[in-house]
Antibody, heavy 120, light 111 residues
């Protein structure tokens, strides 16, 4: 059974770059063609950040597009998120998720989430 | 792309049925049957409970059901149980520019 685990620094300085990795275990990253990042700021709802296709193409939330990069390393069964020029508004729990085309593009497997705080 | 609109909170007694609405536009909910629902207990991973408007993934209780009419999707929990107390989010495919838009979230309280 596929499991996802986010990892990365829990504290990032303002104007710095947030970098997170999602490791796929219990199966192959090729179990799906699309992989997403979602975040939840404190006291707020879920916000879709972006997704990557195993072939390398990406889609990003227009509100974050200028600052986001999602990449994949199939050899390591991982995909990653980079968010540049962060501010306090980027403080959130960040989740990685598998998008399953067989389930009408629903996100059927999620990581536990990792908290990232932007503060000096 | 604005977030889909959900009621902030819904409550019910054990055994009751509740329905959560999710209102979007003709660009998302109204244009695609790619509506999914997620149950989120704080501190845990969100869980997919409905996909493609009204389908349940394997292992999800049949007390959860989904529907859609026009620009509004709905999630019904029949026979409310204590463990159903959680936050619920809808999500719709919204086209190639912004593939996904989530709802504002609904806190379900079991009285």
């Amino acid at each position: 059974q596929v499991q996802l685990q986010e990892s990365g620094p829990g504290l990032v300085k303002p104007s710095g770059t947030l970098s997170l990795t999602c490791t796929v275990s219990g199966g192959s990253i090729s179990s799906s063609n699309w992989w997403s990042w979602v975040r939840q700021p404190p006291g707020q709802g879920l916000e879709w950040i972006g997704e990557i296709y195993l072939g390398g193409s990406t889609n990003y939330n227009p509100s974050l597009k200028s600052r986001v990069t999602i990449s994949v390393d199939k050899s390591k069964n991982q995909f990653s998120l980079r968010l540049s020029a962060v501010t306090a508004a980027d403080t959130a729990v960040y989740y990685c998720a598998r998008v399953q085309s067989q389930l009408a593009l629903a996100m059927d497997v999620w990581g536990q989430g990792t908290t990232v705080t932007v503060s000096s | 792309q604005s977030a889909l609109t959900q009621p902030a909170s819904v409550s019910g007694s054990p055994g009751q049925s509740i329905t959560i609405s999710c209102t979007g536009t003709s660009s998302d909910v109204g244009n695609y049957n790619f509506v999914s629902w997620y149950q989120h207990h704080p501190g845990k991973a969100p869980k997919l409970i409905i996909y493609e408007v009204n389908k349940r993934p394997s292992g999800v209780s049949n007390l959860f059901s989904g529907s859609k009419s026009g620009n509004t999707a709905s999630l019904t929990i029949s026979g409310l149980q204590a463990e159903d107390e959680a936050d619920y989010y809808c999500c719709s495919y919204a086209g190639i520019i912004t593939p996904y838009v989530f709802g504002t979230g609904t806190k379900v309280t079991v009285l």
